[in-house]
């Protein structure tokens, strides 16, 4: 949990706390995987992933590296 001050445009600040995922080569993650795992509650992957790890097989979706891998074996299998 990371708490950040946030300078509000009314004036004042707020703090704004948020869980800090970062992806696994360190920087801040933006994004998570959309991989369907349906053993998981959430019902996808949700591994954090930076804007530069990411890999999207379309709009608005983000896989995981390792996910990103099984994805072209699926393509491949189908192809
Ligand atoms: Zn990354
Ligand atoms: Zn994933």
Not at 45 to 74: G, M, N, Q, V
Request: hydrophobic share 30%.
């Amino acid at each position: 949990m990371t708490c950040t001050p946030v300078r509000l445009p009314a004036g004042g600040t707020a703090i704004i706390c948020t869980t800090t995922r970062r992806c696994k080569c360190g920087r801040r993650a933006t994004l998570l995987c959309d991989w369907k795992v349906p053993t998981k509650k959430s019902g996808t992957c949700d591994a954090p992933i930076c804007a530069r790890c990411t890999t999207s097989p379309a709009p608005d979706k983000d896989l995981c590296p390792k996910h990103a891998a099984e994805f072209k074996t699926w393509k491949a299998a189908r192809a």
